[in-house]
């Protein structure tokens, strides 16, 4: 864990702590630190005089399919000051370019969106304090129909003047817009690309209209002067960047494989060109400690490092590395505050793409620490609980493992970050309370061997101290393929369950650890995920069966789902054959809990409505196996299924669900609900309770405390400040259900 994260977030944890009170949700473990899962691109940066923002956008930080915005400062000495960074608030879930500018006052963030009012792109933006404060939380709209790509910015410390292709627009040193949008001049109408720089002054553009290259002179508040040709090329696009030494500019100037730094005067008019002997062409070109630096990159070494020009543009001396032995992005660049330059790189790793920053000196080149810069909160998925009366285990994934969690009944936490327990699992795991420990069941895929094997593991946890009794897990099994696991607490042992994708097995444990024998409780085609519970004699055991195996348009194969049970004595023995719950082909994640006696299986059916496009199914079992209820299930409530517990008094259903009519942005948020079931009679939902709302859908597991009681693990958006808006798991109590049932949709 990051001393700095964690110094600079020890209030804010408490604080959350505090609000998490009153809501009676409670995180499930403190957080741990490291790099922001996902993706990063469209680095751009921006300084004060003294210290620099710098924001990008990130993809795929959580299971949200959307891509969003953040910045984040560092000082001049290269130290962080936004751990987590600062996330932006964006009109749609899908962002292009962004770019920073300093206003003067503060900074503005800026890019494009595609809305419905604007389609080839409307120009947002919102301003960063110095401090690190946003100012708008709602982005302001610059102007409508920009092209994608944003173009750039500069500032006079009056005047913020912004390219987008051909058109421009002036701000105030508030972000208001004060003239345009407007086109540059009336010559240059259909630029490709814009770059703009200011000398602290007046403005020069730089513009690509087709194999032509212009520039153009703006006064201190963006009114124009006489265009003129800077070059002719048949490369597009060729300009690259633009800055000034506080007098004249530099144009950088690619056309093929030749780039070039042409030296334009205030005016606009040509002064010197020449030949920059780059190796990798990469963004970032600034004026700083009196002369300016071009970020380039060397392949075969792979490094990003930095080339100085002279005020003319003229290189002097050679390639300087600055960081090193990574597999880069194109999403670099760098800025200047006078006198050193904030220099900013993405690389990729096995598992996310990190952002990176340091320090380089202006006069010597040499770089201060490097600093992760995208960071989060370690990501949590896939919570399940069990209690013994006395305290509850919640268990989860991180990217870097399985973890555990002791919490009392109360939810205060007991293991702090967690107990790692083993890697991570590769599907939902499992853990009961067997009357002595907690037993835990996972699965784990072996990416290193050819082709790629699965492990079953198993251990247990004490439940007083915390203990792994099994610090090197028990492998039950290794197949190239684990559909599913499932445990259930029974006499004198517990059932460990597991889908190696063509058969379902079963295996027993005592609680002193002593395993039963294997057995094999269906051999098909195809198997997938499996659930189990015992009545008191007996167990049952559900599962997918996969059949008729197709190849749709992409080439893997796709499967048509059944539901399918069997029941077990204590020995092992199978009561009967595997007998089918439901075959509607439409069927998958079957979930079962029983009153002692008899079982309720639920499961989520796919039906054919882009409104609602599952629905929960419920089916009775008898203790005998005979189906109590109508034939393929009844349906209890549109949504996935999430979990079903029998609670004392009556069964207990978690599922999620939401609803799209068209209309509204896409895809439309989760909602976790709970709804009871009775245990006797027709099978009907009374009117659910809603638990939480999420922009992606929750994993989420119930787990009964006590008689008629029962609590949610689930996981949401962390998007409070100790988090940094990525995947956490939490508990929370759910208000008792009363009232009469619902109509299923």
Partial sequence: MKHSIVTALSLLFLAAASLAEVSGERPISEPAYGPAPGSRYGTAAASDGRDFLVAWVDGFRNRAPSHRLYAARMNAAGNLLDPLGIHIPTITSETHDVNVVFLGDAYLVYWTESTSTSPKGALFGARISRDGVLLDSTPRLLFNNATVNVGGAASNGNRTVIVSGGRMVVLDRNANVVDGPRLVSSGNPTASASMVASNGRGFLVVSQRGTTIDSTPLDANGVAGSTSNVATTSYSPAVFDLASDGDTYVAIIESGTAVTAQHIGAAGDLLEKSPIPLNELCFGFAFTGGSYLLMDGEAVKRTLGVRRLDRTGQPIGSYVEVTGD???????????????????????????????????????????????????????????????????????????????????????????????????????????????????????????????????????????????????????????????????????????????????????????????????????????????????????????????????DAGPPTYDRRIYASRLWPSMAALDRPFAISTTFYDTWPLVASNGDGFLVVWSRYQDDVTLPYRVMAQRVSSDGSLLGQDNGVPLNSGNAKSVVWDGLQYDVAFSSYFYDGTQPYPPPYTLHVTHVAATGSIESLAPQSIVTNIFDPSAALIVTGPAQTIAAYTRLGSEPQYGDVERAFVSIPHALRGRAATPR
């Fill in 326 to 552: 990574k597999e880069f992005s194109a999403a670099s660049t760098l800025t200047s505050n006078g006198s050193d330059a904030g220099f900013f790189w993405c690389n990729f790793t096995d598992v996310t793409e990190l952002l990176s920053g340091t320090v380089v000196s202006g006069q010597s080149l040499a770089a201060s620490k490097t600093v992760s810069i995208a960071d989060s909160a370690n990501a949590q998925s896939g919570p399940q609980g069990a209690t013994n009366g006395h305290n509850n285990v919640i268990i989860w994934s991180e990217l870097d493992g399985l973890y555990a969690g002791r919490m009392t009944l109360d939810g205060q936490m007991l293991d702090g970050r967690g107990i790692r327990i083993g890697g991570r699992a590769s599907a939902a795991p499992g853990i009961v309370y067997d009357g002595t420990n907690y037993v835990i069941l996972w699965a784990e895929q072996v990416t290193s061997s050819s082709p790629p094997t699965s492990l079953v593991k198993l251990a247990r946890l004490s439940p007083d101290s915390g203990t792994l009794l099994d610090p090197s897990p028990v492998v039950l099994a290794t197949p190239q393929c684990v559909g599913g696991v499932a445990l259930a607490p029974g006499q004198p042992s517990t059932l460990v369950a597991w889908s190696d994708c063509g058969h379902i097995v079963a295996n027993t444990i005592a609680p002193d650890g002593t395993l039963g024998t294997a057995v094999t409780v269906r051999q098909t085609e195809n198997t997938g995920s499996v659930s189990a519970t015992w009545n008191g004699n007996e167990w049952l055991i559900v599962w997918e069966d996969l059949v008729n195996g197709r190849l749709n």
